[in-house]
């Protein structure tokens, strides 16, 4: 499950990998409502999902997960990722560049041309609230544009006080 969940977050519109026995026994261990016949028959159904015997593909890959290090992320899209071993890059390094993209990016979409220009500063993984945003383009008919600004990589708002001068564009 997890490698489908990074294939998809990595890009790929649909993930599959045949189950084995780990998610079967957490199933079988959290799932009480599939005993017996039920979970048998749930069992005869996860064995058909695999590739059929004379499937073609493209390319294969295959990997030995010793060789992969683990990895980490400060962000929410999969360029935010390295091996553990990496290192994980100064948010200020090229907060000129960021904001640079930012201010393009906001005169393509005719955002001062908009009845409100919205800044959002998160902390953390820079997740901003959908329904936060929902209500200010209900209340301005969708005549919104929104920019983030993410002043921190820490995770609550009292890093703005933690690291003032830690300001970089998301």
């Given at each position: 499950?997890?490698?489908?969940?990074?294939?998809?977050?990595?890009?790929?519109?649909?993930?599959?990998?045949?189950?084995?026995?780990?998610?079967?026994?957490?199933?079988?261990?959290?799932?009480?409502?599939?005993?017996?016949?039920?979970?048998?028959?749930?069992?005869?159904?996860?064995?058909?999902?695999?590739?059929?015997?004379?499937?073609?593909?493209?390319?294969?890959?295959?990997?030995?997960?010793?060789?992969?290090?683990?990895?980490?992320?400060?962000?929410?899209?999969?360029?935010?990722?390295?091996?553990?071993?990496?290192?994980?890059?100064?948010?200020?390094?090229?907060?000129?560049?960021?904001?640079?993209?930012?201010?393009?990016?906001?005169?393509?979409?005719?955002?001062?041309?908009?009845?409100?220009l919205v800044v959002v500063t998160?902390?953390?993984?820079?997740?901003?609230?959908?329904?936060?945003?929902?209500?200010?383009?209900?209340?301005?008919?969708?005549?919104?544009?929104?920019?983030?600004?993410?002043?921190?990589?820490?995770?609550?708002?009292?890093?703005l006080l933690a690291q003032p001068?830690?300001?970089?564009?998301?």
């Open positions: 499950m997890t490698l489908c969940n990074m294939t998809v977050e990595a890009g790929a519109r649909a993930a599959l990998i045949a189950p084995d026995a780990v998610p079967d026994a957490y199933v079988t261990a959290h799932a009480q409502q599939l005993r017996g016949e039920t979970l048998a028959a749930a069992r005869a159904y996860w064995s058909t999902l695999r590739s059929d015997d004379d499937a073609a593909f493209h390319v294969e890959h295959a990997f030995d997960a010793a060789d992969i290090a683990p990895f980490v992320t400060w962000g929410t899209s999969p360029d935010q990722a390295m091996p553990v071993t990496g290192r994980v890059p100064d948010p200020q390094a090229e907060p000129d560049t960021r904001a640079r993209l930012a201010l393009e990016e906001l005169k393509r979409v005719g955002a001062f041309k908009r009845s409100a998160p902390t953390g993984t820079g997740w901003i609230d959908p329904a936060a945003m929902d209500a200010v383009e209900y209340l301005l008919h969708g005549d919104v544009a929104s920019v983030a600004i993410q002043y921190s990589y820490l995770s609550s708002p009292l890093s001068d830690c300001i970089c564009m998301a």
